[in-house]
């Protein structure tokens, strides 16, 4: 009896994997991918089981069997969102609803999966502008935020500007201050079913974001913190019930 | 400068018109149809412009141009989710984060439109069997429960029971008790966009549920509290902003 | 039967009035005091029973009688928290939970009421550096944004920093961002029994915010929306009731 | 790096410990107080750091020194409410904000820490009929609700029913079916400042409710989700920050 994190979570870090391979300045700064960077990360913290999959791979490298055995994903895309296959979302959907952590960074704000889960447009007001972000701390003490202190620079970023067209968070933990004026709600958490959606902001391809040891912090954090909490729920749909539950019990 | 409902909501009552049509005892219990009965109801309630729109009709007898003109849609479907159009739904969805109120009413729970705005499947356990259910009033004070004092009775109902697979209510007003020994989260509210949803369980087509005046008045209570509180909102999609607010603002 | 706000919501503004008469600095821009400008705001926004209160007078202007017969009460306080009666603190808190609107500005953020009611600390990080704060609105369509656009500058105010130690709102509406890097969370709403809370942030007495339209808008849109949505509760207490509400059913 | 509880949770069970020893029927059930009672089960739960406290004791075993070493506090009251110092009550509320959890049973629901800390009276209906209670889960997955299935019956028990004035949980995970008609929110979560707050409803001293074995393990339950997530927070009070942020920045 436990409600800690299984001891060896099952992570799958997902990446359309797009400009890494069409835009040469995305290349240089992430010769490895996103995807693997981001892993490397995860690795790094501790995770033991990370591995990763990307748009071009069969079914997206999400085939049930791979989705099932995974404990938490985490989701890059940016320019091919639209090419993400519904059937893929809707499993990615039915996994949450049952248990599986969602981490949604940076772009990925307008992923179907994410769209799909949140119910709104999830739109934003961007500026890809290399100022500074400065993301803050507004709930100290949670999970998310473990080992960052009150909030930590990142030099250039692409800047991301309210209103953000979500449902309010159930937890919101980062607030982003930019140099041009701007403000977003940076971290933001919500359980959907019996699954934990995390939205992370930073992580612009043309910067070296996810080399930043605070940010790669936050998102092992992320990780961490979706991790199942129980066991796995199975939906049933719908469901007649009888005799009534009263009755079962008058009789013993 | 108000924060007031508009003096003339237009609301309009979709209704799948199905059972009607097709089960006598239904047909017995509501001849003129469940969307004349509950757009009656609002009249009676001192609402003024109140229409109805069923699944036969064009578009399901919700165009572009009467949707856009819609302050509040009440939704009653459970035999025809399936046939409801998915280019409907998208434009649903679309004004309810635009501003528009909507309504879920009993078996809506399972709607695509409920189900889309929400992101989770909506199940849950049910049992026909018509014994009592009394839904008590959790928030006294909320706009939902105005005239209903701290609950009441319906005679003879279909039992839903928990776990009701929702995203945790913003506002949780009503929940049921029913003779069989179980329990619902009965009336539900959420904020998505600049829209509010609200569910509403009672109205199994096979009682006489609309008829009693405390459901009566709670449909028209969440008619008003779903009125737009704004001008309506406008998705512009994601915005490329430049040059930064700071800068404008420096020059002036 | 109506959801709206009474016709003529009865406003008391209450205000500590202290550095208005201690500080020439403050007198030189406040000379009516706070409580007067911000009462003309309210009226001049189409409030017509709008009266004030002040530290002073006895029982702080708040005698039993006169609560009792308040929709809703805004509240300004900075030096002289400690000095505010616990027995007007209850008073306060009571009305809230009835249904009174509670509107707190600025640095009542550690108000004696305002603590009380969230059961958090309210602390928070300052600097009275005068420098530009730009108020964003992440909620359009919400009624405490109406009429602000997307946001606005204060040329000069002082600085609130994040960790604000508040419970996380149940509407957060403005984040405020600083020209020295910080963020806030500047409008947020709760609803605690009956009552709402608004906390809006602006308003420093060194600062002629109060005289900026923006400014006197959302106070007034905050006194709309914290209006009392039906009729006064009245907390009975915890009550021993019997017999079961099954046993009075049975009965007739 | 972990999000997980501490190893080894240091645990309190705070008991008023009044009626056990004035009521024979109580004393009947609870010889040994409910304190050791509530206990055992946590220890049989595999909690290895569990001791007990009551009112008679010095400060009512709760010094600071032992408050400030306390992982999460469990607290059971009824009759003497008014008998706790609130000096002690100070303290506790202190203490959760820093991140330590509490654990509110049944009539605990009034008592001053409880109430302190949510902010609202806490009051509900009750009759002390003794008849059958029904708990459900209304939100699978959650830690609280782990390994009950989907809830469990107590063959006799105090009502308690709705409304209960209490700010809506953040997490709302069991509801109650009472044989004589009503319903209760039986499970409740709160988080304030970095701690948790959990409210379990069964448990009136006249029944031996803490003997079944559901009611035990949803009580360890809570104490591990209460457990403190992060390294505990200090509250520095409000605090003067200069230079800005983003001046300290600049000059590296």
Not at 69 to 83: I, M, P, S
Not at 155 to 166: L, R, S, W
Not at 186 to 195: P, Q, Y
Not at 223 to 241: F, H, I, M
Request: glycine share 8%.
């Amino acid at each position: 009896m436990t409600t800690s994190p299984p001891a060896r979570l099952r992570v799958v870090v997902w990446n359309e994997n797009v400009h890494e391979r069409s835009r040469p300045e995305v290349a240089r700064i992430y010769p490895e991918g996103l995807h693997r960077c981001i892993a490397a990360a995860l690795t790094e913290a501790g995770l033991a089981d990370v591995s990763t999959a990307t748009l071009d791979e069969p079914e997206h490298g999400l085939a049930a069997e791979r989705l099932d055995a995974t404990d938490v994903l985490v989701w890059w895309g940016h320019a091919a969102h639209d090419r993400v296959n519904d059937a893929v979302v809707d499993r990615v959907q039915r996994r949450v609803l049952e248990g599986m952590g969602f981490v949604a960074l940076h772009s990925a704000h307008e992923s179907k999966p994410f769209r799909r889960l949140l119910g709104t447009p999830c739109t934003l007001r961007w500026r890809e502008d290399g100022a500074a972000e400065r993301v803050w701390v507004v709930q100290p003490g949670h999970p998310l935020a473990e080992g960052v202190g009150d909030g930590f620079w990142i030099d250039q970023e692409e800047m991301y500007g309210e209103p953000f067209a979500i449902p309010e968070p159930d937890e919101l933990v980062f607030i982003s201050w930019f140099a041009g004026g701007e403000v977003f709600r940076s971290g933001c958490c919500w359980r959907r079913g019996g699954g934990r959606i995390v939205y992370f902001r930073p992580g612009h391809e043309t910067f070296a974001t996810y080399r930043q040891p605070e940010v790669r912090r936050v998102v092992a954090n992320a990780v961490r913190y979706a991790a199942p909490r129980t066991t796995p729920l199975v939906d049933r749909g719908s469901e007649w019930v009888a005799p009534a539950v009263e009755a079962r019990r008058e009789r013993g």
